[in-house]
């Protein structure tokens, strides 16, 4: 049971434009939700992160949205540079097992020149 | 400070062994979370350690096993391998719950 979800395996973006990245869950018990960001041959890394109770979050030329009531959010790159050609992982924390994250399969994106 | 260290890096091993990969985490976490990372299932939990006690468990065969030790630093071990088993195995520490974790580079586990 997938209670995360990234439906999109991969997206291609030229430079400068703005990338799009979608994930949806399941689990209404989720409060708190994460991006991470993999490299090949590299662990992921945190980008940005959004609590329940919110509905943005900003961090340079990232932005995070959540919309509870679609069970949906989203991370915005704008602009998008090549060196954030990687794989995003969307992530959750249940307010019961607040110690586990619960990660979506992943969208590659790649930004053309 | 240094990061989260995995060892070994690559691992090569047979159906029916078993295998044991290490965690460090970072100096002053308490918490040792275990990932397995397959092509098209994402991260799946395996367990996680905190002061020594498993905090939480994933839906995943006995034959996964983990520790940790009093100097924080956790060991994952995985019985009689199976095919399937191959994945990057990921370890992530945090001082304490999961608001942000700090990954490791991962153990390439491959069964031939």
């Known amino acids: 049971d997938q209670q995360v979800k990234q439906n999109s395996p991969s997206l291609s973006v030229q430079e400068g434009r703005i990338s799009i990245l979608n994930c949806d869950y399941t689990n209404s018990m989720f409060d708190y939700f994460l991006w991470y960001k993999k490299y090949p041959a590299e662990g992921p890394t945190f980008l940005i992160s959004?609590?329940?109770?919110?509905d943005k979050n900003e961090d340079g030329r990232f932005t995070v949205f959540l919309n509870k009531s679609a069970k949906h959010l989203s991370l915005h790159i704008v602009p998008s540079q090549p060196g954030d050609s990687a794989v995003y992982f969307c992530a959750a924390r249940n307010t019961g097992t607040a110690s586990k994250l619960t990660f979506g399969t992943g969208t590659r994106l790649q930004v053309t020149l | 400070k240094a990061g989260v260290t995995q060892t070994p890096r690559y691992l090569i091993k047979t159906r029916g062994q078993q295998v044991t990969l290490s965690c460090s985490p970072i100096?002053?976490?308490?918490?040792v979370s275990w990932y397995q990372q397959t092509p098209g299932q994402g991260l799946q939990f395996l367990f996680e350690?905190?002061?020594?006690?498993?905090?939480n468990k994933g839906n995943f065969p006995g034959r996964f096993s983990g520790r940790q030790f009093s100097n924080s630093r956790s060991e994952m071990n995985v019985s009689t391998l199976e095919l399937g088993d191959s994945a990057l195995y990921l370890c992530a520490s945090s001082p304490g719950t999961a608001e942000k974790l700090f990954f490791g580079s991962g153990t390439q586990l491959s069964v031939l």
């Open positions: 100096s002053g976490h308490r918490s």
């Open positions: 350690y905190f002061s020594e006690t498993q905090r």
């Open positions: 959004i609590s329940s109770i919110k």
